[in-house]
């Protein structure tokens, strides 16, 4: 059975450029919750770096190094 979580992460770039993202992500089992921050990481990371994540500053460029400073995560 497939679960799908919402989630949606904030966080800070290198000059401070405060950024968040959210999104969806699926496991196949309900016990591989453990998994899904890091799924939902890697899904964060591939918005920011392709421009796709909300910026504090937009038309400001938000270079790494990346901080995360909330995370949350739901079951939908």
Do not use: N
Not at 1 to 15: D, P
Not at 18 to 27: D, F, K, N, P, R
Not at 36 to 53: H, V, W
Not at 63 to 71: A, D, E, H, K, W
Request: hydrophobic share 35%; with cysteine.
């Amino acid at each position: 059975m497939t679960i799908k979580y919402h989630y949606v992460i904030h966080g800070s770039a290198a000059q401070g450029q405060s950024w968040s993202a959210t999104g969806t992500v699926e496991t196949e089992k309900a016990g591989e919750f453990m998994s899904t921050p890091s799924l939902a990481m890697k899904d964060a990371f591939y918005q920011l770096t392709r421009g796709k994540a909300i910026y504090g500053k937009p038309g400001v460029g938000c270079s790494g190094p990346y901080r995360v400073t909330r995370m949350t995560i739901e079951e939908i």
